[in-house]
């Protein structure tokens, strides 16, 4: 396996200023409130809609920015850095409409991602099943074909923005016989009658962003909403998440450059024994060693940003897989280790939600765990190597 070359160009640089001055300044004041009040944060919504941070990865034909992958990384990176309940805005909608850009007919892409461009509307994933996790090809739920429509019921698990996005990618089953080669994706609309969500999550982390089961019962839409060929949805799933994980690296580089970014202010000011902390050695190889598992997960990930974008552009890179994997893994593992630290560092502060590190902390913790578990990411990285 090789790198690709890729280094950020000049406009990567000024994006990431922009984004971090909207940050700063509008989201990171909301992060602690929203947290608590475990309520999606709409303002900041209208902030990044405003500032056309809300879905910069929609092609330009569709209204969008057009973004490349290495600049909506940069982008739910910056986001992160302030609240990451907040960056699941970008990442979300990124999450929901790859099914779309990847396999779905014109009609259906000209239907609905102008309005996500816009951001009259957020699209989230509906994969998971409450028995039906890991291994998400035993998934329950059916879709039966009924003329030129098709009826679904069944049950979705921790779906993210659920009841908040207008539109929903969903998987079901269309052949209980063929196995994963059985099973379709659909546009699901929020309005659509016999569609309901569940209460929401009482969750550690991401507070703000509500997650909710999506409840199918008899919900009857066009076949015309089938996103790709029947029997194709697994592939369709499998396919997307190896341009999606990399966004959740990208959420955690966010989270965990956070957390190191104030305890780095607080060590500074801290003084004990006379003296500013920072000035101790075992707080300054803390540091040190934080620094360098961030910056060694932030070069993989734009690694695979560059790989993701490649396959976009229509390359075939052999190794996305690998690298989206290995950089979620690599990037949630360092997350949690440094937010952990920049924790143990502020003390008895740390623990407490007067200072933002346990809540980026919090946050870290999911980014281990959703789409596709560490463990899954390994198991995902070793097949790719004994191919």
């Given at each position: 396996?090789?790198?690709?070359l890729y280094a950020p160009a000049?406009?990567?640089d000024?994006?990431r200023?922009?984004?971090?001055?909207?940050?700063?300044?509008k989201?990171?004041p909301?992060?602690a409130?929203a947290?608590?009040?475990?309520?999606f944060?709409?303002?900041?919504?209208?902030d990044?809609?405003?500032?056309?941070?809300?879905?910069?990865h929609?092609?330009e034909q569709?209204g969008?920015a057009?973004?490349?992958a290495?600049a909506?990384v940069?982008?739910?990176e910056?986001v992160?850095r302030?609240?990451?309940?907040s960056?699941l805005?970008?990442?979300v909608n990124?999450?929901?409409t790859?099914?779309?850009?990847?396999?779905?007919?014109?009609?259906?892409?000209?239907r609905y991602l102008?309005?996500?461009?816009r951001g009259?509307?957020?699209?989230?994933?509906?994969l998971s099943e409450?028995?039906a996790g890991s291994?998400?090809?035993?998934m329950?739920?059916?879709?039966?074909r009924?003329?030129d429509h098709y009826?679904l019921?069944g049950?979705?698990?921790?779906?993210?923005?659920?009841?908040?996005s207008?539109y929903?990618?969903l998987m079901?089953?269309?052949?209980?016989?063929a196995?994963?080669?059985?099973?379709?994706?659909?546009?699901?609309?929020?309005?659509d009658?016999?569609?309901s969500?569940?209460?929401k999550?009482?969750k550690?982390g991401i507070?703000?962003?509500p997650t909710r089961?999506?409840?199918?019962e008899?919900?009857?839409?066009?076949?015309?909403?089938?996103?790709g060929?029947?029997?194709t949805?697994?592939?369709t799933?499998l396919?997307?998440?190896?341009?999606t994980?990399?966004?959740i690296?990208?959420q955690a580089?966010g989270?965990?450059?956070?957390a190191?970014?104030?305890?780095i202010?607080?060590?500074?000011?801290?003084k004990?024994?006379?003296k500013p902390?920072?000035d101790?050695?075992?707080?300054q190889?803390?540091?040190?060693?934080?620094?360098m598992?961030?910056e060694?997960?932030?070069?993989l990930t734009?690694?695979a940003?560059?790989?993701?974008?490649a396959a976009?552009q229509?390359a075939?890179?052999?190794?996305?897989?690998?690298?989206?994997?290995a950089?979620k893994c690599?990037?949630s593992?360092?997350?949690?280790?440094?937010t952990?630290?920049?924790?143990?560092?502020?003390g008895?502060?740390g623990y407490?939600r007067d200072?933002p590190v346990?809540r980026m902390?919090?946050?870290?913790?999911?980014?281990?765990i959703?789409?596709?578990?560490n463990?899954?990411q390994?198991?995902v990285?070793?097949?790719?190597?004994?191919?």
């Amino acid at each position: 396996m090789s790198f690709p070359l890729y280094a950020p160009a000049e406009e990567h640089d000024m994006l990431r200023q922009a984004v971090r001055a909207l940050a700063e300044e509008k989201i990171a004041p909301r992060a602690a409130q929203a947290d608590e009040a475990e309520e999606f944060p709409w303002e900041v919504y209208k902030d990044l809609v405003a500032a056309d941070f809300h879905a910069v990865h929609v092609p330009e034909q569709y209204g969008g920015a057009g973004a490349d992958a290495l600049a909506t990384v940069i982008v739910i990176e910056e986001v992160a850095r302030a609240c990451a309940s907040s960056s699941l805005i970008p990442a979300v909608n990124k999450l929901g409409t790859v099914p779309l850009l990847l396999s779905a007919s014109e009609e259906l892409k000209q239907r609905y991602l102008p309005s996500v461009a816009r951001g009259d509307a957020m699209f989230s994933y509906a994969l998971s099943e409450p028995e039906a996790g890991s291994d998400a090809a035993a998934m329950k739920t059916r879709a039966v074909r009924d003329g030129d429509h098709y009826v679904l019921n069944g049950t979705k698990m921790w779906i993210t923005n659920a009841g908040v996005s207008e539109y929903y990618t969903l998987m079901a089953v269309t052949d209980p016989s063929a196995g994963p080669r059985g099973i379709s994706a659909f546009v699901v609309e929020k309005d659509d009658e016999g569609v309901s969500f569940g209460a929401k999550e009482k969750k550690l982390g991401i507070k703000a962003s509500p997650t909710r089961q999506v409840i199918l019962e008899d919900v009857r839409i066009p076949a015309s909403r089938m996103i790709g060929d029947p029997g194709t949805g697994f592939r369709t799933a499998l396919a997307t998440l190896d341009h999606t994980r990399i966004t959740i690296a990208a959420q955690a580089l966010g989270i965990a450059q956070g957390a190191l970014d104030y305890a780095i202010g607080y060590v500074k000011e801290r003084k004990q024994f006379g003296k500013p902390i920072a000035d101790f050695q075992g707080v300054q190889f803390m540091l040190a060693d934080m620094a360098m598992k961030l910056e060694a997960a932030r070069q993989l990930t734009y690694a695979a940003a560059a790989k993701s974008e490649a396959a976009t552009q229509g390359a075939s890179p052999k190794d996305l897989t690998f690298f989206s994997s290995a950089a979620k893994c690599a990037a949630s593992d360092a997350a949690m280790e440094i937010t952990t630290d920049a924790v143990q560092l502020l003390g008895g502060y740390g623990y407490t939600r007067d200072y933002p590190v346990e809540r980026m902390m919090r946050d870290a913790k999911i980014t281990q765990i959703y789409e596709g578990t560490n463990q899954i990411q390994r198991m995902v990285m070793a097949r790719q190597l004994l191919k």
